[in-house]
Nanobody, 121 residues
Framework: QVKLVESGGGLVQPGGSLRLSCTAS????????WNWYRQVAGKQREEVAA???????QYADFVKGRFTISRDAARNMVFLQMNNVKPEDTAVYYC???????????????WGQGTQVTVPS
């Protein structure tokens, strides 16, 4: 019922910038935590960044100082601003949200379909 859709991926040169977006739709009472993950084919998914409903943020060491996560609660959106990208940032990036669909429902993780980011070497 809850759907997440990412956008903004593409090809970007090393040192360049890219902004990813994710929009949540459906019956949503609250989004408690947003996450961005990324995955290279054949490797395990890794967390990139997270932001809570209280706007606390967390970043993986490999993106600190380069990427910024932010949210727009009114629009049920989250963003990942990617600056000074490197070839090793090449991956499929996935949006994830920890949501409740009503005030008395449990919380579940929901996932987007992913968007490809390619940084050539």
């Amino acid at each position: 019922q809850v759907k997440l859709v990412e956008s903004g991926g593409g090809l970007v040169q090393p040192g360049g910038s890219l902004r990813l977006s994710c929009t949540a739709s459906g019956s949503i009472f609250a989004i408690y935590r947003w996450n961005w993950y990324r995955q290279v084919a054949g490797k395990q998914r890794e967390e990139v960044a997270a932001v809570t409903s209280g706007d606390d943020t967390q970043y993986a060491d490999f993106v600190k100082g380069r990427f910024t996560i932010s949210r727009d609660a009114a629009r049920n959106m989250v963003f990942l601003q990617m600056n000074n990208v490197k070839p090793e940032d090449t991956a499929v990036y996935y949006c994830n949200a920890l949501c409740a669909i009503s005030s008395d429902s449990p919380v579940y993780d929901y996932w987007g379909q992913g968007t490809q980011v390619t940084v050539p070497s």
